[in-house]
């Protein structure tokens, strides 16, 4: 076994069908190529899988995946990934998530749990400490996940870290993800369908092992370096930001500035609302889709409307912060609103404020909170819930479902009643749940009566709540990733939210990439390889925005390598290229999906912030694909390409 430090060396794979567990060691070579995270997930995953297996089949393969540095002490390290085929896109999928349940994965002494094969009937799995079981699961199926890890606890202590699925997994409903710390979910590519295709209700850890550390002293000098820095002159700076916010909207309409402060700023404003913070500010300024994409905030969601969801009213009912392991920023926070009787509820991200918000024209801040916990409960991604949501609604609008259809709700815009009503269903499966549950093109499949022009989706997954129109080329990461529709897989231009060029000398982008379209694909080419890697190590995505990382030399004191920012940026690229080998492997073209027009301004919008604006995202992914080496036609990487990066035996896969 591997005698080196930051990792065990090691992988857990759990055969379901014959109920057995089985340790793979690992090469230190493969570490020092794909890192952990996603990067050791695709490489794995796609070693083990054969090309076209069905996602939700036997020979399905998903695992739980925490990055390099996880369970370290390294600032924003905190978090695991899951990882599988997308049943819902049919492409590479995988989402992350924060917490405390990836370092926990580590402490197992594993550097991540796979699982294959199906359970003849619902099973959860234990690893404490070195007691590894395969368990009956019949009274806790059906449960949601609180429910459900309150009565584990009860069975093998209360220090134990769960992460599993609701009942929209076990239903295998293809926008469920999967939820640990009672509402943190990986929850975008449909993984919580694989999970509750296998019926495996949840992981159960509870580890003792401590990680080999190549420098345990640098490490926390470093970290409390790091961290002293990121406390800022905090009382006067959060009276400030405070005084600010409300007046925001207004204050961006009338200067027109983008959505930019200093890093410090940036960091206090996170601690204190959270990414929620931009709820109206994004709708002012045409960050937000409102309206499901057709609308435009100014008009249809003004200030007057999105101050009822506004950060500073969420911010009235938190009791206390919230952060994942090891962050010094915690923007997470727990909310108690008792006039719905929610004692403890996590702060509703940005995300599902905008999403089961603005999209829908809805204010009442009450809905958002109650379907934020049903989401969180049961495993469904708010995002592609509301974007579903939205094209329901749009149908209704259009006489194309009727209360027949529903089951007398009334799907209008704003009417939150019907919408909470419509959540439960998608989650149970009941009625025009069963349609929805499924994702929105799915479900204009199935209605179809030319539905399919309200479906906002790309390859079938919901597209995220920042537009294209205002943010360009997230039209091209919407329409290629190998994870199509998701705002966190990169894109440079929402990237400059964060002066993401601070974090580490080395990630300068070209001068003057905003005027010059061949830097800017090299820009591009630059945060597709870092955020692979970021996300990788584990680190949380806004750790981007917080100014300069000592990351290299973190991950020395972690590893002991002495790793550039050359080889790291090589490492991101070979991660996404075997991403994206995987996804051509399986027969997705991603090279030539379309983006619903609305999204990227076909036609271009009459008024308001992205008036007159169309996003050419084909002609941006030519270059893109140039700077890449991968064929524009098909998106296949070029043998070459993949040879540079030592994936030859991809080669003989593809051609
Ligand atoms: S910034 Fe927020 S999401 Fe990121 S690690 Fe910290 S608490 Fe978690």
Known sequence: MSMANGYFGKVLWVDLSDESFKDQELSDKIYREFIGGYGLACKLIYENTKAKFDPLGPDAIFGFFPGLLTGTIAPF??????????????????????????????????????????????????????????????????????????????????????????????????????????????????IGAVMGSKKLKMLVLKGNKALPLANKDKLSELTKYYNSAKKVKAGKLRKMIFKLIPGMPKLLRRLNIPLKAPETMISQIFRMFGTSVSNTISAEIGDSPVKNWGGVGQYDFPPSKSMGISSVKINSYKIREYGCYTCPVQCGGILSVPEIGLEETHLPEYETCCVFGTLLLNNDL???FTINEMCNRHGLDTISAGGTVAFAI??????????????????????SEAIIEVIKKMINREGIGDILADGCKKASEIIGKGSERYAMHSAGQEIAMHDPRHFESLAHTYAF?????????????????????????????????????????????????????????????????????????IIKSVTGWDISIDEM???????????????????????????PGRVYGDPPQERGPNKGITVDYKDFNEGVCKELGWNPENGYPLPETLKDLNLEYVIKDLY
């Not at 580490?504 to 692979?532: C, E, H, T």
């Not at 940026?569 to 997705?588: N, P």
């Open 77 to 190: 390290s905190g978090r695991y990934m899951v990882a599988g085929k997308s049943p819902l896109t049919g492409t590479w999928g995988d989402a992350n998530s924060g917490g405390f349940f990836g370092p926990e994965i580590k402490k197992s002494g594993y550097d991540s749990i796979l699982f294959k094969g199906i359970a003849e009937s619902p099973k959860y799995v234990t690893i404490i400490g070195d007691d590894k079981q395969i368990h009956d699961a019949s009274d806790i199926w059906g449960l949601d996940v609180i429910e459900a890890e309150e009565k584990l606890k009860v069975k093998h202590g209360k220090f134990i870290k769960t992460a599993g699925i609701g009942k929209a997994g076990e239903k295998v409903s293809l926008i469920s993800g999967i939820v640990n710390d009672k509402g943190r979910i990986a929850a975008r590519s449909g």
């Open 394 to 415: 749009e149908c209704f609008e259009n006489g194309i479902l009727t209360t027949k259809d529903t089951g007398g709700l009334e799907l209008k815009w704003g009417n």
């Open 366 to 368: 009450m809905s958002i």
């Open 481 to 553: 990733d190998p994870t199509p529709g998701r705002h966190t897989a990169p894109s440079v231009d929402f990237l400059e939210i964060g002066p993401v060029e601070k974090f580490s000398p080395g990630l300068k982008l070209p001068d003057k990439w905003k005027k010059d379209i061949n830097k800017k694909y090299r820009a591009q080419w630059k945060v597709v390889s870092f955020y692979q890697v970021l996300n990788s190590l584990g680190l949380c995505m806004f750790s981007a925005m917080f100014g300069e990382y000592p990351l290299l030399d």
């Open 569 to 595: 940026l090589k490492t991101g690229f070979r991660i996404q290229a075997l991403r994206q080998a995987f996804t051509v492997r399986e027969g997705m073209i991603l090279a030539k999906n379309e983006l």
